[in-house]
């Protein structure tokens, strides 16, 4: 889905976040967005995150349901 992460987990209701349980993924800084909109958003939705910055262009970004 590179480069369409954002719109991914921008579009899921709450009821289908929810079924989410683990994501590791890598982010792309593109200008859909940014890897820390992407976290903070994630938190936002009870899950406990960690970004690591591999670069200027991505991250990895590890995630669970609290």
Do not use: P, W
């Not at 480069?3 to 200008?31: P, Q, R």
């Not at 938190?43 to 669970?64: D, H, P």
């Amino acid at each position: 889905c590179e480069g369409a992460e954002y719109d991914i987990f921008y579009s899921l209701t709450k009821n289908e976040l929810n079924k989410i349980k683990k994501i590791a993924m890598e982010v792309h800084n593109y200008g859909y967005g940014t890897d820390k909109e992407l976290a903070q958003f994630l938190q936002k939705n009870n899950f406990r995150v960690k970004l690591i910055k591999e670069g200027k262009k991505f991250s990895t970004l590890y995630a669970l349901q609290k």
